[in-house]
T-cell receptor
């Protein structure tokens, strides 16, 4: 699976929107963009994923650039509970094993 | 419903000892994964089971590490002759199915992990 690049950390104020960027310039046509997050002392949890079109679910929105070389996870109103490490992961549909390749992620800090 | 559970939550052992870490996946999930997470880093893949068989064990660091899933549900990760460098959080995940699919059935659900400390 291709590599992703994320900022090490970001800060946000509570109840404000947060935009978490991810660069994946070597993405292939069969790579899906997945986001997981890891709350303190917990295992990672799935947030959202997409291929080409922007995606929305109850947790977040995913905006994918037209050339697919970058994407942005959007939390519409950050809460203290959203403080976590957010991982942007590329998964190839041809990856028979389905394993996830995590990078370092972005540590999001939310200020009250 | 019940999520993925892992026992023990913490394990402290001495260098050279043998340890077993247990994972109970979500009922009905055919795929099971083990990952290892060192402090300040993202999880690193170890091994993937589809049913009872290890479909991919390319992430196991050496032959001191072994995992089984004899009945296709519970899995045990076994570490022989533990070393201080084995200290990490060991995470287990399961999904309804394995393979390269990208739908809801392929979402991985993680347990809380077992923190292993080798003194």
């Amino acid at each position: 699976d291709a590599k992703t690049t994320q900022p090490n950390s970001m800060e946000s104020n509570e109840e404000e929107p947060v935009h978490l960027p991810c660069n994946h310039s070597t993405i292939s046509g069969t790579d899906y963009i997945h986001w997981y997050r890891q709350l303190p002392s917990q295992g990672p949890e799935y947030v959202i994923h997409g291929l080409t079109s922007n995606v929305n679910n109850r947790m977040a929105s995913l905006a994918i650039a037209e050339d697919r070389k970058s994407s942005t996870l959007i939390l519409h109103r950050a809460t203290l509970r959203d403080a976590a490490v957010y991982y942007c992961i590329l998964r190839d549909v041809n990856n028979a094993g389905n394993m996830l390749t995590f990078g370092g992620g972005t540590r999001l800090m939310v200020k009250p | 419903g019940a999520g993925v559970s892992q026992t023990p939550s913490n394990k402290v052992t001495e260098k050279g000892k043998y340890v077993e870490l247990r994972c109970d996946p979500i009922s009905g999930h055919t795929a099971l994964y083990w990952y290892r997470q060192s402090l300040g880093q993202g999880p690193e893949f170890l091994i993937y089971f589809q049913g009872t068989g290890a479909a991919d064990d390319s992430g196991l660091p050496n032959d001191r590490f072994f995992a089984v899933r004899p009945e296709g549900s519970v899995s045990t990760l076994k570490i022989q002759r533990t070393e201080r460098g084995d200290s990490a959080v060991y995470l287990c995940a399961s999904s309804l199915r394995g393979g390269g699919g990208q739908g809801p059935a392929d979402t991985q659900y993680f347990g809380p992990g077992t923190r292993l400390t080798v003194l």
